[in-house]
């Protein structure tokens, strides 16, 4: 007879953390459910956490190392066997040129607390500037934007949700994935008590995603085109003299340039483009400037398109030239106990950007990694490391 006990856990896939309930029986994981007493997720969890019990079970897991053996083929060996190996051969790489390692670490050990004590230490050993993650396919639009704003990129501004009158939303489905970036516990609740106090939602996603369903608007936008969609919406701020330069911090500069820059969008001109009514696009941009808080709020989907670091630009510039910026009800910076991006001493003198450049393409990094495109190109072709300071 066998016991099943349950183990409590988070879901490494997202910043969101979200905790889970996990049954074990006989080292078998059993069921995962959501946990409902963490502090923050609140009994929530997307399909990615419950779906952890069936990775852990799935018959083509790789469990135990691998070799290559003379033939081609791989083998099972043991842990030692394997650190052996490495230990044999990994030095003369290290040593002749290190530029031909490269490291790639995903979401699951971003979230971990032993990669965070042990990934700096490893790539600083082998003198490698060849990083590559997932981020460079997602997110990095959105901290490329805030690198290039507030000298971090991962100190993000967040929405102040429970303060806030008015929320525009792209590119994100906050009630399904918690909030990801925000890591708020109830996102649909928060999101009904909004509504609940006379607040505004808005949605814009060509999808009519669970979090668009609960908002009093939502905008189908043509896929790809968040940038036009928000100069559309900054141009009818310009031509109405709706911003609110005497709410905007002193350490911002650049207002009218961007202002200008804007008046070229008008709704009619980026409406077709987008998929959306020009007179839409003017009740968007009114709603959000009457308001007497409001903030705007971008995640993936704004990421992954061709224009998307100047869509997470535009997010943040709306945000600003309506007086929304480090306000109670606006976007504001989370401040941690220690040892956050945001409490260390910034350097505007370089970004952490395009401080080298890939070796075949030439593509810059950001934030210490290269584009995860760049990983097969640099495997395949032969040569030394040739990397661009």
């Not at 070799?67 to 081609?72: D, V």
């Not at 909030?179 to 009519?208: C, H």
């Not at 980026?270 to 709020?297: M, T």
């Not at 505007?348 to 075949?360: I, N």
Request: hydrophobic share 40%; charged share 20%.
């Amino acid at each position: 007879m066998t016991t099943v006990r349950a183990a409590y856990r988070i879901c490494p896939l997202c910043e969101s953390t979200c905790g889970l309930l996990v049954d074990i029986d006989d080292r078998r994981i059993s069921r995962v459910t959501p946990n409902p007493r963490d502090v923050f997720s609140a009994g929530h969890s997307c399909a990615k956490g419950l779906g952890l019990g069936a990775l852990e079970s799935d018959p083509d897991r790789v469990r135990t190392p691998l070799l290559r053996t003379a033939s081609g083929e791989f083998r099972t060996a043991t842990w030692d066997e394997a650190f052996a190996e490495i230990g044999r051969r990994l030095p003369e790489y290290v040593s002749g040129d290190p530029g031909s390692c490269a490291i790639y670490h995903g979401n699951p050990g971003a979230h971990h607390l032993d990669t965070t004590f042990y990934l700096g230490e490893l790539i600083a050993a082998l003198g490698t500037r060849n990083i590559y993650s997932p981020a460079s396919v997602d997110t990095w639009p959105k901290n490329l934007a805030h690198i290039l704003l507030y000298g971090t990129g991962l100190g993000l501004s967040l929405p102040d949700i429970d303060r806030t009158d008015h929320l525009l939303i792209l590119g994100s489905n906050p009630v399904v994935s918690n909030g990801s970036t925000i890591t708020a516990p109830g996102m649909a609740e928060r999101l009904r008590r909004l509504r609940a106090r006379g607040g505004t939602l808005v949605v814009v996603d060509p999808v009519r995603t669970d979090t668009a369903a609960l908002a009093d608007l939502h905008v189908p936008i043509r896929p790809g085109t968040d940038a036009l969609f928000l100069f559309g919406v900054l141009s009818v701020l310009a031509a109405e003299r709706a911003v609110r330069p005497e709410r905007i911090p002193e350490q911002v500069d650049g207002l009218p340039e961007v202002l200008d820059l804007a008046r070229e969008f008008s709704p009619e001109d980026v409406g077709p483009a987008c998929g959306v009514e020009p007179e839409l696009i003017r009740r968007v941009a009114r709603g959000f400037a009457a308001a007497d808080s409001a903030v705007a709020h971008s995640r993936m989907g704004s990421c992954m398109q061709e224009f998307g670091t100047l869509a997470n630009w535009l997010v943040e510039v709306l945000t600003i030239v309506t007086g929304n910026l480090d306000r109670p009800g606006g976007a504001m910076f989370a401040l941690p106990p220690g040892g956050g991006p945001n409490t260390w001493p910034i350097s505007t003198a370089r970004p952490m950007v395009g401080r080298w450049r890939s070796r075949v393409r030439g593509l810059p990094e950001a934030m210490g990694e290269l584009p995860a495109v760049c990983l097969a190109e640099e495997i395949l072709t032969p040569g030394r490391d040739g990397l661009v300071p």
